[in-house]
Each structure stands twice: as structure tokens, then as C-alpha cells.
């Protein structure tokens, strides 16, 4: 079967760094997604990754390895705000999403 | 540009009545998709859509129908509510041709059934 697995809760303080890991087995592979959902509100687009590296987007980064079937997400400088679940998401073989559980990230003051 | 609209964004229902989500986008997505939100699991896709007058079961399909008559509206129907379809749901589109084919979700519709 397909799945992806990702912490259900982590928590971190305000100005610090958080890694949030992803790791999947699916049948084929296009592409891995990372989406924020706040609570109460709809998932928004954070990062994808195709290839294999690290791609940067202002205080965000999202790495993936393909050969291990693993991928995380970086958060750097946190704020308040980025109190929220984060959403890992692969791309299968046959083009269909699969979706992990989501990681509740807290951070305190 | 209003993106992805749902309605409602409340709803309770007693078993075995009917009802209708609206789902509708302005942004001419070709892909539209219903999906459902559950404690401790993640975004299950219900039906999904890749042009108008095409439609698609997605991994839980039962107890759901969808019509895609428009380009711009993804109506998902209830046809006997059960409990068990007590959730969140949302409605997502996207345009293929686009390379990552990200999705623009809707504001979520939480649905609780009696």
C-alpha cells in the first residue's frame, strides 16, 4: 500500500529552527508538496519538489531525497504565525495526490 | 479574483437527508476535486474532475455523486447522510497545464451529521 508518515505534533519556541520530516513509500513518484493549514482554514501551498536537493523560499526550504523516499521542511526564524499543521503530500505513479496526516506545530513564546 | 468558493461553510443535517456543497472557481481551472478532512488522517479525495462534462471516483467515493456541467462549478451531493460523513470537506482546483499543478482550496465546508 501507499503511505506517507510525518510526526503528529511538534513544538518549538519563537526565533528557533524547526524540521519537520516526510517519509513516504508510493507506487511512482511526481513530485512532493508541502502546504500550511492553519486551524480552521484551508491548506495553502508552501513548496514542491521534483528532483532531489533542497529548494529555498525565504524563511521556508524543503529538501527531498528520492532514493531514501524522505523530504523535510524547514522553517527558519519562527514566528507566532507559523503555528499551524504542515502537510506532506506525493504525487503518484498515476498522478494522484496521497496525504499524509499532517504535523501540528506549536511554538511558544 | 475570488479563487475556489464553497457553500456552506456550516451544515448540520439529520440522518438520511440530502443535501448539496457548492463548489465553484474563477479562475478557469480545468482539474476540480472534492476532498474530506478527518482527525488524524490526512485529505481523502472523494471525486475529482478534469474538464467539464468529466468527472471521477476518487479514493471514497461512496455515498457521494458529483456533476461538472460548467467549467467554473463542482457541486458535490450527499444522497443520504450518514454519520459517518460527519467531516470537513473541501473543494480544490488546479490547472493542469500549469508544471507543479498545485491546488487552490477552498475556505472548507465542515458538515455534521446527526
Known amino acids: 500500500g501507499q503511505n506517507i508518515d510525518q510526526p503528529t505534533e511538534m513544538t518549538a519556541t519563537e526565533g528557533a529552527i524547526v524540521q519537520i520530516n516526510c517519509t513516504y513509500q508510493t507506487s511512482g513518484f511526481n513530485g512532493l508538496f508541502w502546504y500550511q493549514q492553519h486551524a480552521g482554514e484551508a491548506p495553502t501551498f508552501l513548496s514542491y519538489?521534483?528532483l532531489d536537493g533542497l529548494e529555498e523560499k525565504g524563511r521556508f526550504s524543503s529538501f527531498l531525497s528520492r532514493s531514501k523516499g524522505y523530504s523535510y521542511l524547514l522553517l527558519k526564524e519562527l514566528q507566532m504565525k507559523d503555528s499551524a499543521s504542515y502537510l506532506c503530500?506525493?504525487?503518484?505513479?498515476?498522478?494522484?495526490?496521497?496525504w499524509g496526516a499532517g504535523t501540528k506545530l506549536i511554538i511558544k513564546p | 479574483n475570488a479563487g475556489v468558493t464553497q457553500t456552506p461553510k456550516f451544515q448540520v443535517l439529520k440522518t438520511g437527508q440530502s443535501m448539496t456543497l457548492q463548489c465553484a472557481q474563477d479562475m478557469n481551472h480545468e482539474y476540480m476535486s472534492w476532498y474530506r478532512q478527518d482527525p488524524g488522517m490526512g485529505l481523502r479525495l472523494i471525486h475529482y474532475?478534469?474538464?467539464?462534462?468529466?468527472?471521477d471516483q476518487g479514493e471514497v467515493p461512496n455515498g457521494y455523486n458529483v456533476s461538472r456541467s460548467t467549467t467554473e462549478d463542482f457541486p458535490l451531493r450527499l444522497l443520504s447522510a450518514a454519520p459517518s460523513q460527519t467531516s470537513v470537506y473541501f473543494c480544490a482546483s488546479s490547472h493542469p497545464l500549469t508544471g507543479a499543478n498545485v491546488l487552490t482550496f477552498g475556505a472548507g465546508s465542515r458538515l455534521t451529521v446527526l
Open positions: 519538489n521534483v
Open positions: 474532475s478534469v474538464g467539464a462534462g468529466i468527472t
Open positions: 503530500a506525493v504525487r503518484d505513479g498515476n498522478y494522484q495526490l496521497i
